[in-house]
């Protein structure tokens, strides 16, 4: 496990660095990411004039459920977003060079293409939230802290699995593989409204399926002191383990399909 540790922080560091050369690609990223969380929760305003609420949530209640949406989508792009080169890796034959490389290539794929505009989703989160904490009248002392930091990372493990599952699709569809993970990544933008305000074929969708759900909603509300859905704050680790688990049985049976261009 040390040498994992080491050897995906040599890594990151040199992905990070091989991104910030880049200053101005580096810079754009994180303002359009910014910009789009900015954009998002204007639009939640702009609507919250016309009707007060939405299903009996108020607006800084959705605050908090965007603002916690935006923390382990944040971390996932900034340390295991390399499951979107995937696919680029399978076309152009470059996946062989991971099978040969001692240890799990998984793990050399989720570390593959840390992506910097990941700090804007966290920056803009951990503002909404304590904007909508102000309103809300939430103390962030030590033990809240903690219970949203295990949360954040249970949450991040959720889009490893999610993104590894959809990515994996690459193995038999290589050229529109990943179609899939756009696919995927669209569902999310469900979670960063109340969960109860949909149909209930998409409530089990974004519950049991795609399990976006315990990665925003289901943690905003341990926080709002939502009782009703305290069993679901408790299956949060469960959820997250169990997918990882599905995700790390789907990219073996991928690997074992996989079949070199020859290139």
Known sequence: MARYIRLYWMMWIQGIQAQIEYKSSFIIGNVATILGQVTGIALVWVLFQKIGHLNGWSLPEIMLIYGIAALPYGFFELFFNGVWSLNRYIRMGDFDRLLVRPGSSLFFILADQPMLHGLGNIATGTVIILLASRQLDIRWDMCNLLILGFMVAWGTLIYIS??????????????????????????????????????????????????????????????????????????????????????????????????????
């Not at 409530?203 to 341990?222: E, G, K, Q």
């Open 162 to 263: 999610i993104n590894t599952i959809t990515a994996c699709t690459s193995f038999w569809f290589v050229a529109s593989g990943t179609n899939f993970l756009y696919l995927g990544q669209r569902f999310r933008d469900f979670t960063v409204y109340p969960l109860d305000i949909y149909a209930s074929p998409l409530r089990i969708l974004l519950t049991w399926v795609i399990p976006f759900a315990f990665t925003s909603f289901f943690p905003s509300t341990y926080f709002l002191d939502r009782d009703d859905y305290r069993v679901f704050v408790y299956l949060i680790p469960v959820i997250a383990v169990l997918f990882f688990g599905i995700a790390s049985f789907v990219w073996r049976i991928g690997v074992n399909r996989y079949e070199s261009t020859g290139s």
